[in-house]
């Protein structure tokens, strides 16, 4: 993977400002992940303290603390819980850089390129496994529940995405049917959480689980076009990750299925080979493949804030609109 | 890693008879064990019950079991619970093969060896998710609570081994503190867990516990011992394997620090080498290394029986203390 010098605080900074709302919220989060990242052992301390370095712009947690806000009061569960969403997060981080054996992550060493594959796998295992205990120290079985059944999926739509590389035919609709299993279902579970430990009725904690359905599928199509089209100063990774791995993704896919006879197998040759990222983005340019996918995504972003209509107006619920269209315009 | 021929199977029967009492609900844990491992997705369908091939002679859930019997009766909570220690036992399996590079487990193709790491990483978080969602539906969260508690001293365990790979002067104690961790912590998991939803007193179920504990100290121990004097046929597994990885076993740790000065030198220098099994070997039958490494197990074996003396007797105490001298005399 290309090493690119910049960092993303700008785009780290444009969220944190849109969060303000919660920020006490997530500073308690950040205390608390740097407290439960720790080992009696000083090597494994180490290891297991990098983990905390390696997490995203904290947006699960915020998502789990909006909703819970938006729909009644914050309490510490949800702060707990908010914590577990982002050590599961981070777990899958860990083990897809194992899996990517990528050597850098927002611009940090990953911990394979540091400790080795091995010490990779084990931190994850044991980033999965303090989040699961930590899920049950909130008093009922029903958030372990929850979120083992959707990381569950997650890593289901992760095998089915893995076992799927190299496969030039990929449908849209199976497109969908993996996103949504690998990002869209840990956002719903982090929504749902937040309303579930509101005390919000059904009907709500159900329209939260939509938005954030529907939050994560915008959010995963634009991630996708970010690794064709993005900057790599911006996002911190090297783009054309995906074409070298011979991953579908949505702008592929549209433009393999607008294409016939001899331009089709020529395309389909450029993916084969998996290098020329210029190339192909040029092709996906001249089809209108990556308006295409903008588009998709921004129906998602749609659907996600109308999700929200059953809701009183709140600045919560004004953040989560922000968020929806935050999340297909975002640059990193 | 060297491939042999032959089947465990008279090994799986001799654990299979001792388990006559139990033999119901093994079976159904093996019937619930089937059902879990599927997807609806046709190729991580095929993954995912692969795995359920891969598991172990079923000792863990034996061991909950057992200690359930032994202190109460049995509900359904043994029985999911029993097929949740076996989906993570078998999820460390998987991911060790990743870590390992083994390409052969109890005769079965590892997940790595057919489907590449990717996926066998993937499996083992499925594996961990599914039994965390598992555990969850007992009802309470003290399951999940103990459960996640354990594994993640499971995972530290490992991380100890892993970061202390190639460290010859591993002391004898910081051995004992990684086998507590990686193999004794989730034995005593089960037999407190098989004694808790029992509804056994606390100081039964503090017995248990011990009596997990040093029933997995007791097997890992032989465990290790295997790996140096075992028989290949019986175990499926090649010889000399922690030499190789220059891992710091008890018989090994016992010859270091009884020679001295030039012998101690030769023996660092083989150790260093790690391709040397019958030579390392013959010094520690020399030394009495083994047998120096046999006692110990011997007496963590006699720990354990003698935790059970708080119990009545029954059929189900007759197998624990019966079970803790089997971990020590196995072949395989």
Known sequence: MTRVGATTAGSRRAVGDMFADIRTSLEGVERRLQEE???????????????????????????LL?????????????????VVVEMIHTATLVHDDVLDEADLRRHVDTVNARWGNETSVLLGDFLFSHAFYL?????????????????NRVCEGE???????????????????IIDAKTAELCACCSELGARFSDADDQTVAALASYGRNLGMAFQIADDLLDLAGDEQATGKSLGRDLAKRKMT???????????????TSFLALLEQGTQVAATVATLKE???LDY???????????AA????????????????HLAAFVVSRQG
Chains 1, 2 share one sequence.
């Open 37 to 63: 990242l720790r080992s009696r052992h000083d090597n494994v301390d180490q290891v297991v303290r990098h983990g905390y370095r390696l997490g995203g712009k904290r947006l699960r947690p915020a998502l």
């Open 66 to 82: 909006l909703a819970g806000q938006a729909t009644g009061e914050l309490t510490d569960a949800h702060e707990t819980l908010a």
């Open 135 to 151: 899920a049950a120290t909130v008093g009922t079985a029903e958030a372990c529940q929850l979120i083992g059944k959707s990381t």
């Open 159 to 177: 095998m089915q995405q893995t076992l799927a590389e190299g496969d030039l035919s990929l449908s849209e609709d199976d497109y969908y049917s």
């Open 250 to 264: 949505l702008p592929l896919i549209h433009a393999r299925d607008t294409l016939v006879d001899g331009p089709r």
């Open 287 to 289: 089809l209108g493949s």
């Open 293 to 303: 996918a903008r588009g998709v995504a921004q129906q998602f972003a749609e659907k």
């Open 306 to 321: 109308a999700d929200l209509s059953c809701l009183a107006d709140s600045p919560a619920k004004a953040t989560l609109e």
